[in-house]
């Protein structure tokens, strides 16, 4: 991933594959990348195993992902695979709002332990850095408690996990407005989070049965004032947040599968990183964002999870990319970069994601001696040793 450019198209030509090659680690930071030998005499390390047949990439980066959240909407699911739509499924009591009923009359330890287990799984899939939102609270104390789940995991888990305040997901049930909801957010809920460092980053989702694209953009304002980053679930089903996240200069816009030129014109020129979700087309049966077109646009495309439990319960980035590479055409390198440094730039950090001189040593090893393996197999090729922080935590026995 190193010396390919931040934003645009990426032929698989310009990527740097490196045969024999070694890696110097130094205090959790990548030191030195080169020819193996030269690396071994240059630092005189002694050698400890030669590990064969490996491919090593950067460690995965997932940003977006709902992961902290009570219960299962597999009943919702077997409806909708009858044909039933979700109007209908929200109607009868399912939907998003029993994800946030379940999820506040979950005390915090039950949440932490499914929370924890999902972000194992992640993890033992390659994802060294993954972004958690909250979102199924609506309400000071239970969004507060989702955060402090989020960042008490982090402080014991090995990947790092970002949050992503979602408090404005939907309007709970209990406002009767909008902008009563919103304002409730801006005095209420943030300044108790940035007074406690839970998140720096607020997310707001864009969409007719949600929030409006006037009201929202006046509340991602007052959050940067606050001084919180900005992030958007934009285009899914209808346009509108694409242009308010370039209105706001946000970080990212996520989703755009209903996002056309204009819009991801307006990305491109305010230099916001988009986020696709294969995972969430899949769960819901819908057409994947228009990947090719917001690379070829110019555009610095990330590729993401959205794991969550009602539109996109599979949670597997490296299938999921694989599969958008295929339907959208994008190269190797553009889809490993969706997943590494790109996804990092979503995030606004530049850290990581590429095995350079003083990046983070996040790495991950797949067993093939192949790089074209990894998306052939469809992300069935799971890596087998994971590295965080230049600490091998995983290795697989074969
Ligand atoms: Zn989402």
Redesign the pocket.
Known sequence: MDHLERKGPIPDSTMKIMENGGVIIEDGLIRDVGDFEKLHKEYKVPVEEIFTSSVLTPGFIDA?T?ICYAGSRAKDYAQKIQGITYQEILARGGGIYSTVEKTRKSDYDTLKNETFKRVNQHFNSGITTMEI?SGYGLSLSDEIKMLEVINSINETSTPELLTTCLAAHVRPLEFNDNETYLDYIITDILPVIKERDLSRRVDI?IEENAFQPLESQKFLEKAQILGFSATV?ADQFSRGGALVAAAVSATSA??LESSQDEDIRALVDKNVTAVV?PG?SLGLAMDFAPARKILDAGACLAIAS?W?PGS?PMGDLLIQSALLSNFEKLTFAETVAGITFRAAYALGIDDRGILRQGKLADMISFPSDDYREILYNQGMLKPDMIWKNGNLKIKKSQ
Request: hydrophobic content about 35%; overall charge negative.
């Open positions: 977006h709902h939102k989702f679930h996520d989703h979700l969430a959205d969550n996109a």
